[in-house]
């Protein structure tokens, strides 16, 4: 092993940055997420009330003028799990799907013209692992696990737009 490699969890995990930036950090170890569980934020016809979990890793404001914030995290859905619809505003949206069942895996991006979730017309695509997806700016996005057995793992990235980050 390289012994340049520092894989102690007690390190400090930040870099110093320019003088305009705080010190950023850098690694974030997966086992020290705490993830949070998703709500359940409408009533499902069918009773399911199975939701997944989601962990925030970064959360990194404005470099620049030019350089919006952005949010990084997981997500897990159990089988059967529905993260229900949700809108993104004027961000977008990008997810790298690490581990699922091919084919069991559902994302559903609503058409932009309507201003709440209709399944009815939403674009539906069955993905598996390694696969990506992003949500663009104004749309409602629903991911569901059908699987019986296979917990669905996703990566996220949040990309703020540059009116969000002068609001914050």
């Given amino acids: 092993m390289n012994a340049n490699f520092n894989n102690d969890n007690d390190c400090a995990n930040t870099i110093l940055a320019p003088p305009q930036h705080p010190p950023a950090e850098v690694v974030v170890r997966s086992d020290l997420l705490e993830p949070s569980d998703l709500p359940l934020s409408i009533e499902r016809p069918d009773g399911n009330e199975m939701v997944g979990s989601a962990a925030q890793a970064?959360?990194?404001?404005?470099?620049?003028?030019?350089?919006?914030?952005?949010?990084?995290?997981?997500?897990?859905?159990?089988?059967?799990?529905?993260?229900?619809?949700?809108?993104?505003?004027?961000?977008?949206?990008?997810?790298?799907?690490?581990?699922?069942?091919?084919?069991?895996?559902?994302?559903?991006?609503?058409?932009?013209?309507?201003?709440?979730?209709?399944?009815?017309?939403?674009?539906?695509?069955?993905?598996?692992?390694?696969?990506?997806?992003?949500?663009?700016?104004?749309?409602?996005?629903?991911?569901?696990?059908?699987?019986?057995?296979v917990d669905a793992k996703l990566f996220w990235v949040i990309i703020k737009t540059a009116e969000e980050v002068e609001a914050v």
Avoid at 58 to 67: R, Y
């Fill in 58 to 149: 970064f959360n990194i404001g404005p470099s620049s003028s030019t350089m919006p914030g952005w949010i990084t995290g997981n997500l897990i859905l159990p089988p059967n799990a529905i993260k229900d619809a949700e809108g993104v505003g004027e961000c977008t949206q990008v997810f790298f799907v690490q581990q699922c069942q091919p084919g069991a895996f559902e994302v559903a991006i609503n058409h932009p013209d309507e201003e709440s979730f209709v399944p009815e017309s939403a674009k539906r695509f069955a993905l598996k692992s390694g696969d990506f997806f992003h949500v663009p700016p104004n749309n409602i996005y629903m991911i569901h696990n059908h699987s019986e057995s």
